[in-house]
């Protein structure tokens, strides 16, 4: 079977095992293979951490690694990046990994499915008002879409839905048009154009990993950062007072 002919929309519809409704399309395979394999590196990297100076090799790769991350998100949240870390970093890796992948004959990324891009922007969708609740507790969060005036509560959700719908597709319309036209110019000029589109679709692989990940923790920062402005300005109300 030819996973990248050009009448493919989607992973989806690459079937490769069917038992009655319950069916194992790439999406699915390959999601499963990169989760996999994440965790098998991450527990093989971490069974022997060591707090020497004399460490392994891929303990190092995976401190550069963390403190860029944790870097990256104090930078773009003025905030610990320590709350944030698990969260943002998974999704980094994953979808990093999964563009990353494309190289390999065989292989489709789970992220050009509209399916795989959906679930991880309401995963972003359902940890913007988590993270907002532990820091500013249930009431402070919900005021938020009362401000200034309640006449912007539905432009308020409309906001937090359409983020949401553009997180999705936005990763999914990157990845897809990429696979598409590399299947395209493999079936036109089969030598030179679809190496240079290989290279330039693992580019775009690691920037959209990059943007989704900045964008998934702008948006749980916005919901944190107002109870930290709040309390300076409490703070400072009572440094005038006394």
Same mark, same amino acid.
């Given at each position: 079977?030819?996973?990248?002919?050009?009448?493919?929309?989607?992973?989806?519809?690459?079937?490769?095992?069917?038992?009655?409704?319950?069916?194992?399309?790439?999406?699915?395979?390959?999601?499963?293979?990169?989760?996999?394999l994440i965790t !098998?590196?991450?527990?093989?990297?971490?069974?022997?951490?060591?707090?020497?100076?004399?460490? =392994? @090799?891929?303990?190092? *790769?995976?401190?550069?690694?963390?403190?860029?991350?944790?870097n990256e998100i104090r930078e773009i949240s003025q905030q610990d990046p320590g709350s944030y870390l698990y969260f943002v970093g998974t999704l980094f890796l994953f979808i990093l990994i999964s563009n990353i992948f494309s190289i390999i004959p065989g292989y489709v990324a789970p992220t050009a499915s509209l399916s795989t891009t959906a679930a991880l922007a309401v995963c972003v969708f359902a940890a913007v008002p988590f993270y907002g609740i532990i820091r500013r507790g249930l009431?402070?969060?919900?005021?938020?879409? !009362?401000?200034?005036?309640a006449l912007m509560?539905?432009?308020?959700?409309?906001?937090?839905? =359409? @983020?949401?719908?553009? *997180?999705?597709?936005?990763l999914f319309g990157n990845m897809m048009s990429g696979a598409?036209?590399?299947?395209?110019?493999?079936?036109?000029?089969?030598?030179?154009?679809p190496v240079v589109m290989h290279a330039l679709g693992l580019l775009t692989g690691v920037i959209q990993a990059y943007i989704f990940a900045v964008l998934a923790t702008v948006y749980i920062a916005s919901a944190t950062r107002i109870q930290e402005r709040e309390k300076r300005k409490q703070e400072a109300e009572k440094g005038e007072k006394s």
């Open positions: 079977m030819d996973l990248m002919t050009i009448k493919d929309i989607s992973p989806d519809q690459v079937i490769f095992w069917e038992w009655g409704c319950i069916s194992l399309n790439a999406t699915i395979l390959f999601t499963w293979i990169v989760m996999a !098998i590196v991450s527990w093989l990297v971490t069974r022997h951490l060591s707090t020497d100076v004399h460490m =392994s @090799r891929w303990q190092n *790769l995976l401190e550069v690694i963390v403190d860029g991350m944790q009431g402070g969060y919900l005021r938020q879409y !009362i401000e200034p005036t509560l539905p432009f308020n959700i409309i906001g937090e839905l =359409s @983020r949401t719908l553009a *997180l999705a597709v936005r598409k036209i590399g299947a395209i110019l493999l079936a036109i000029t089969p030598f030179i154009f």
